[in-house]
């Protein structure tokens, strides 16, 4: 199925076998348990910690885009954690970016480890150059969050399931529509639908997606043992928002590569990211594996302060953390710990009209 058709059909899935009366949106089911007199039905809803209509909507959307089953979960780490606790066999080995989401990798040292999995670490554009002889598991992100460096997610298959190993890929910082990892050869997608998928910065939610049906049981069983569970409430919210991501990544990508050719060459920037730029490091690789560069762009001004000047001036970026959001915003990530330059901002493009945009971005730097 090609994109479109995936982003078009994404709007109609509910009404394919509809009869007279039914509500258009996905009810919003708030219940903590089912009626249910006699013995328990197979199949049959009986308390909230296994299951919920509403999130069972978000998935069958989520499994339409991704082109496989999912998983929700209350939060992208919520995914992430699932899916590495479920990989990772005792006195296993784990490797991650270095240069990943850092909250990845401090759950990883910090909770696998002492369960006796090894936990290794390599730079996203390194990642395959040692081999994957002796992991279970290569977790891997790109472009990476915040450094936008890039890895070819199907040599990278490839070659961990040579080696026996399981390829996970966090693929928040792109979604379904702009990279398809499970395409790719990837055992399976978390993604942090707090982000682009919801896209209007009101809730958090996570999922894990993968065509390994033995790998989509054990997550159901993981969360509904560890409780790890989504409300229907943020459930329902990034469903609505869902509809209107294909629509919006549109305009935040188109934004982004626009005011990316703007900013080159800007006097108050010491270094750009961006993978659509033909000087990126892995520009090749981000045409043939990307749909689009995307709408995340690293800036590199000269400083801590020259970095707040620029996102405090101006009035169109919103100074918080996440991204993805319709909002444009942006922040320095070493105020994370992050190991960028001090002046390094990673801006998130938003959906505000580009005449507007543009220019106030290129004033709030020129004043930096
Ligand atoms: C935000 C983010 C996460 C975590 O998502 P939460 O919903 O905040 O738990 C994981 N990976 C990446 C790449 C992210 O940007």
Known sequence: MDDATRAAQLLHLRHQNGVPGDPVTAPLIATSTFYLPGDPLAGVPYYGRPTNPTWEALEAALAHLEGAECVTFPSGMAAIAAVLFVLAGKGGTVLLPSDGYYATRRLAAGHLARFGVSVIERPTRTLADDGFDGIAAVFLETPSNPGLDLCDIAAIAQAAH??????????????????????????????????????????????????????????????????SIPGPFEAWLTLRGLETLELRLARMCATAAALAARLQGHPKLRALCYPGLPGHPDHALAARQMAAPGFLIGLTLESRDAAERFITGCPLILPATSFGSVHTSAERRTRWGDAVADGFVRLSVGIEPEKALIPAILQALDAA
Request: hydrophobic share 50%; no cysteine.
């Open 162 to 227: 040579a080696a026996g190993a399981r390829v996970v890929v966090d693929n928040t910082t792109m979604t379904p529509l702009l990279q398809r990892p499970l395409d790719l050869g990837a055992d399976a997608v978390v993604a942090a639908d707090t982000k682009a998928p919801g896209g209007h910065s009101d809730a958090l939610m996570g999922h894990v997606a993968s065509r390994d049906a033995a790998l989509i049981a054990a997550l159901r069983d993981w969360r509904t043992l560890s409780g």
